[in-house]
Structures are given as C-alpha cells and as structure tokens.
C-alpha cells in the first residue's frame, strides 16, 4: 500500500510568512497523479494543486506544488488570512488506487 | 458550473446498509466527469477514498471496505449511488461524493453527516 505521510501535523504561522509542507510517499507516486486539497472548518475540501505543480481553477500564483518521486511539496509564498485551514495530499495510481496524506493544519499563530 | 449535493438518511442502526446519493445538476453526468468518488471524513479525522466509478462501468473500491461497498450511477436520474452494507459505529462520518479526473478530485459536494448508532 502506498502511504502517504505529511510534515509537520501543526505549523504556526503569522500572515504574510512563508508556509513549506511537506508531502512523503512510501513509494514512488507519478507526479501527474499527486494533488493538494485545502479544507476549512465546516467545508469540504477543495483542490489547491493537481498534477504536483498545476494550480486549480481560480487559486492564486502564491500558491505553488513541487516535488517527484517519494517527495512533494506545497508552498504558499505569503500566507493570506482565507489560507489557514488543513492541506491534504493525495495519490492516485498506487494501491490503494486513491489514498490521502493525513493533513497539516496551516494555523495563525 | 458542476454542482454535487449529497443525500440520506443521517442515522443508520449497526448491521444495516447505509445508501446515500449524489445528486448531479449544472451537466449531464454522462459526460461532466470521467470519475464519480465517494470519501468519507469521520468527525474530527482525516479523509479516506471510499471508491470510484469511472465511465459509469468500472469501480474501483478501498481494499479494507470492497467487501460491504457498491457505486453505481443513474444517468436517468442524473445520480451516484452508495451503498455501505454491515456498517458500525467506525463508518460514522461525513460521506462526501465528487467528481474527478484520474489527476485529481476536482469537484466535491458539501457533505452529509452519517451517524451510525441504535
């Protein structure tokens, strides 16, 4: 199974810094098929990244995906107040055929 | 723009089967989505692939839950379907459907809250 293991669970941030997460695989996923999602309380998720690095339909240039192979990051440049939620990531390819990190909480500190 | 809202009863007794339906409007869900997926949030935790439906023939279910799950689609009704049989207090969570592409899960719906007590 693929296992999908994101660092760290809690980061305590102020508006306006620099968030790296951190998305670690236990094989190697094909980084057209790895995907970041943002949920705020009460809400479902929504697509942030898909493909490792395209942004989704209407999510603003400071956020960005990088990585391959076992590790992959989300950056969010400056981190705006609408951007502390939960980040989750999540495979598709491996087996199971979908599995999602375990989350980290972006939150105000 | 596609729209999906999910349905069902918001409290199941243990053994029984849970069904929810997701309901499609804004697009025919024959050709809005290749993928049809359900996941499931239990209170407070992280989220889980339940399965997926891809061109309304194939599904692919989680291992640890194949043998109590089923998805199927309605094109009649415009509707995904889920059935979750022998279900217990550890299926109690949000039940979310969405619509996606093998890249990723690009719509979602707003979730319906599944309690599983007697």
């Known amino acids: 199974d693929i296992v999908l293991t994101q660092s760290p669970v809690t980061l305590s941030l102020s508006p306006g810094e620099r968030a790296t997460l951190s998305c670690r695989a236990s094989?190697?996923?094909?980084?057209?098929?790895l995907a970041w999602y943002q949920q705020k309380p009460g809400q479902a998720p929504s697509l942030v990244i898909y493909g490792a690095s395209s942004r989704a339909t209407g999510i603003p240039d400071r956020f960005s995906g990088s990585g391959s192979g076992t590790d992959f990051t989300l950056t969010i440049s400056r981190l705006e107040p609408e951007d502390f939620a939960v980040y989750y990531c999540q495979q598709y390819g491996g087996s199971p055929l979908v599995t999602f990190g375990g989350g980290t909480k972006v939150e105000i500190k | 723009q596609l729209q999906l809202q999910e349905s069902g009863p918001g409290l199941v007794k243990p053994s029984e089967t849970l069904s929810l339906t997701c309901t499609v409007s804004?697009?025919?869900?024959?050709?809005?989505?290749?993928?049809w997926g359900w996941i499931r949030q239990p209170p407070g935790k992280g989220l889980e692939w339940i399965g997926s439906?891809?061109?309304?023939?194939?599904?692919y279910y989680n291992p640890s839950l194949k043998s109590r799950v089923s998805i199927s689609v309605d094109t009649t009704k415009n509707q995904v379907s889920l059935k979750l049989s022998f279900v217990s207090a550890a299926d109690s969570a949000v039940y979310y459907c969405?619509?996606?592409?093998?890249?990723?899960?690009?719509?979602w719906g707003h979730g319906t809250l599944v309690t599983v007590s007697s």
């Open positions: 094989q190697s996923v094909s980084g057209r098929y």
């Open positions: 969405a619509a996606s592409a093998p890249d990723a899960l690009y719509y």
């Open positions: 439906l891809s061109y309304g023939v194939t599904t």
């Open positions: 804004g697009a025919s869900i024959s050709s809005s989505s290749d993928y």
